[in-house]
């Protein structure tokens, strides 16, 4: 296996504590840009949605109110 050299469970980052901080900070990083990813997909959809809002509006396919409750409702 990639993790264990001869059987002995010997840590490709090094044995000890350097190695498990620094498995422990590369796990961190992958996790953290896997949440950021998340976060800008939702707001790239918000902002999408509130996009086609003004559109609608500036049509005139609804009155201010509506707008206003559907934009509050997007938020």
Known sequence: M???RD???CNI????IFGNMVMAVAMGII?????????KIINVHEKESIKILKRRYS???MNK???NEMKKDIK
């Not at 980052?13 to 000890?16: A, D, I, L, M, S």
């Not at 996790?31 to 976060?39: A, G, R, V, Y």
């Open 7 to 9: 059987g002995y469970g």
């Open 2 to 4: 990639l993790w264990y």
């Open 31 to 39: 996790l953290l840009l896997i949440i950021l990813t998340i976060f």
């Open 65 to 67: 109110e509506e707008y």
């Open 13 to 16: 980052f090094g044995n000890g």
């Open 59 to 61: 049509k005139g396919e």
